[in-house]
């Protein structure tokens, strides 16, 4: 198993260590999954998010190449932009959901831990077609990010860069306690907050300095289990539930991410799918009896089994017990009850509107 270079931080801390993906990371600390969720946001959290990878796309075709692999239109992109996208296949499926970053000499992208092998040798292949250089840059760029309502406050304090002028979806290249990394101001838990991207050899340096600078304001070490209730609240999609191989981002709802008018991989076979409109969509729902719906327990309407669901928990925010899950077309309107079946028991539930937490994200 693969270790980053916080493992010994995060032990010494009292983080529980487990396997996500390859690597022993830490699923919470002693605060606990609920207070490091409610100190997101109400305050700030620090995560290791350095299981993440990270590609560089360099060369005159650069532009060209992402223009076919991914379905943002890059060309509408402003140097330090930073845009969320997806790599799909020919059939229209999903290979990862990414962040791409227009940086001034090159592009950026980040991709998720477990897919990080698979994305860059599906790039690799249609890479050979462009004259562009492909490198995986993972290992030598460590990724953390601050996120929470005082996460700006925090960073500010260590840094002379103005952070009110920086929007979301921005990045900038800026010293933080001194060392030098580039941030970008995305995030996945719904809050607002950067994401750092460092030399490896300064991480622990730089994950000290934000927890003693934010000691004051409630920053807490945050591990995966919160970072899990964070993106699941605001509905953001988590890569081998709610999308996969087997998902297009029309049934996931991820229509939005998409620039139609882009001549990339597996448009036609997701054109032919919006015309026909796809026979399942992802949809949100709220426990009404009593049970915590858990991922790949069945949904069932009508008394047939129709679904399954993604994700499911007791949501921190909300109090409540909800869920995501996908079911057919007809059975996807706000309102409808459905059933989940608990441990081979039917348990009401009904649909209801998505997100489950409104993201906040800095104005413009």
Known sequence: MKRTRLYDTHVEMGGRMVDFAGWELPVQYPT????????????????????????????????????????????????????????????????????????????????????????????????A???????????????????????????????????????????????????NLLAGRTGYTGEDGFEFYVDADQAVALWNRLLEAGK???????????????????????????????????????????????PFIGRDALLKTKLEKPQRLLIGFEMVDRGMAREGYPIAINGETAGYVTTGMKSPTLDKFVGLGYVPRAYSKVGTEIEIIVRGAPKKAVIVKRPFYKPRYKEA
């Not at 490091?36 to 075709?61: C, K, S, T, Y």
């Not at 932009?81 to 992208?109: C, E, H, N, Q």
């Not at 500010?156 to 979301?168: E, F, G, N, S």
């Open 216 to 262: 004051d304001d409630g920053l807490l070490a945050c591990g995966l289990a919160a970072r899990d209730s964070l993106r699941f609240e605001a509905c953001f999609p988590l890569y081998g539930h709610e999308i996969d191989a087997a998902t297009n981002p029309l049934e996931a709802r991820l229509g939005w991410a998409i620039d139609w008018y882009v």
């Open 32 to 127: 606990g999954p609920t207070v490091e969720h409610h100190a997101v946001r109400n305050a700030a959290g620090l995560f290791d998010i350095d299981h993440m990878g990270q590609f560089e796309v360099r060369g005159p075709d650069g532009e060209r190449f992402l223009q076919h692999v991914q379905v943002k239109d890059v060309t509408t992109m402003a140097v330090w932009d930073a845009a969320y996208s997806l790599l799909l296949y020919a059939d229209g499926t999903v290979v990862d959901d990414i962040f791409v970053y227009k940086l001034p000499d090159r592009w950026m992208l980040a991709v998720n831990a477990g897919n990080l092998d698979k994305d860059f040798a599906w790039l690799s292949e249609h890479a």
């Open 129 to 179: 077609a462009y004259d562009v250089s492909l490198t995986d840059v993972s290992d030598k760029t460590y990724m953390m990010a601050i996120q929470g309502p005082k996460a700006e406050a925090i960073v500010q304090r260590l840094t002379d860069a103005d952070l009110d002028k920086v929007a979301a979806r921005t990045a900038l290249r800026m010293d933080v306690a001194g060392i």
